[in-house]
């Protein structure tokens, strides 16, 4: 077998409120990351409880072509040595996603090099490439974001299945809103894994995030009204509401939910590798509670590092890779959405 020449990808991520750009070498058997660029705008969404999508977009080109150029400083390469662009042009917030397809559209029809567009869900699922050498499809994998909850059948590199979704928030989105209840600034969900630690994880019985019906969906926003009605009603009679307790158990809510429709998952998909990704992923109580449920179970298990756990452009370069091979480039046409399978 011709063992396939190494590709040097740049990678654009811009879907939210992080700006990134990312270099990575990729070849049969060699997965590396040669820079990593991540600017955030947390702190000015903080300000307004949340993203603007306006100001996200306003922030992304600010940033993109000084972050790019620190991506391939920092791999110590030019622009002339880069045999693909890969950038991320759905799902997301649709003036976000502009910037960065804009701009990588811009890079890669100046330079005559394949446009890759990736879909942000894959991108998350191929942190996972870049970790762990030994990964391949197919296995089963668990997106977890602030805007994602799915589950889904990862076929091949390119060929993916959606078997179970939330149908209204997403995990990290109930996370983020139960915090800011709370009085903890946006995106909760870090401090909210921090306070669960502390806390006793059956002080309350909150209500599933597993819908009951037989499928393999979820509904967070019936479990995050409950807890966020309860933290009003100790507002209301002027008492403190225990923190600690009430994020060990909304958390332990969430992870019996996920086992469960986990269970339900492997039932009729018998995967024996199971793969957890997305912002929510860095949730230490999800890592441990997977990587039990996988060891009793018999099941291989991945999660990224923390450090490519949210959005980064890395992740959106590796599975460029994946794509271009699959022959999935495109061409100056291109289009950003903000919804898409
Ligand atoms: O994947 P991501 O960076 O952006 C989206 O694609 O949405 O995910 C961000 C989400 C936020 O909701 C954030 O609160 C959540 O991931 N998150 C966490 C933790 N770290 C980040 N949620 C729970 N525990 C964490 N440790
Ligand atoms: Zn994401």
């Known amino acids: 077998m011709t063992r396939r020449k190494t590709m040097i990808i740049l990678g654009i991520e811009s879907s939210c409120d992080e700006t990134s750009a990312a270099v990575v070498d990729m070849a049969d058997g060699k997965r590396t990351s040669l820079s990593n660029i991540v600017a955030s705008q947390i702190e000015t969404h903080a300000l307004y409880g949340g993203v603007v999508p306006e100001i996200a977009g306003r922030a992304h080109i600010e940033a993109v072509s000084g972050i790019t150029y620190e991506s391939l400083e920092t791999a110590g390469i030019t622009m002339s040595d880069i045999d693909a662009i890969g950038v991320t042009n759905r799902p997301g917030l649709i003036g976000a996603l502009l910037v960065g397809l804009s701009f990588g559209k811009s890079l890669a029809v100046s330079r005559g090099i394949p446009l890759v567009p990736v879909h942000h869900i894959r991108g998350h699922i191929a ?9 391949e499809p197919p296995f089963l994998a668990l997106v977890v974001s602030g805007g994602h909850t799915s589950l889904i059948e990862v076929k091949d590199y390119t060929t993916f299945q959606t078997i179970g979704r939330t149908r209204d928030d997403a995990m990290g989105e109930a996370f ?147 794509e271009c091979l699959a022959g999935h480039v495109a061409d100056a046409s291109l289009n950003a959405f903000a919804c898409g399978e």
Do not use: W
């Not at 942190?127 to 990964?135: D, G, P, R, V």
């Not at 450090?307 to 992740?315: E, I, K, R, Y």
């Open 127 to 135: 942190a996972n490439y870049l970790a762990h050498a030994e990964l």
């Open 176 to 322: 983020d809103k139960v915090a800011r209840v709370m009085g903890i600034p946006y995106p909760g969900g870090a401090e909210m894994d921090r306070l669960a630690s502390l806390g006793d994880p059956t002080a309350f019985a909150f209500p599933s995030a597993a819908i009951p019906d037989g499928s393999l969906d979820f509904s967070f926003s019936g479990l995050k009204t409950h807890v966020i009605n309860l933290l009003h009603r100790y507002e209301q009679k002027g008492e403190p509401f225990p923190k600690e307790d009430i994020a060990a158990s909304f958390t332990a809510t969430v992870l019996h939910s996920v086992t469960k429709k986990l269970s339900a998952a492997l039932a009729s998909y018998p995967y024996r590798t199971l793969v957890l990704a997305g912002g929510v992923s860095a949730n230490s109580h999800l890592r441990s509670a997977l990587q039990s449920y996988a060891e009793k179970n018999g099941l291989r298990f991945y999660v990224p590092p923390r450090s490519l756990c949210g959005d980064n452009a890395a992740m959106i370069a590796a599975q460029a890779y994946y």
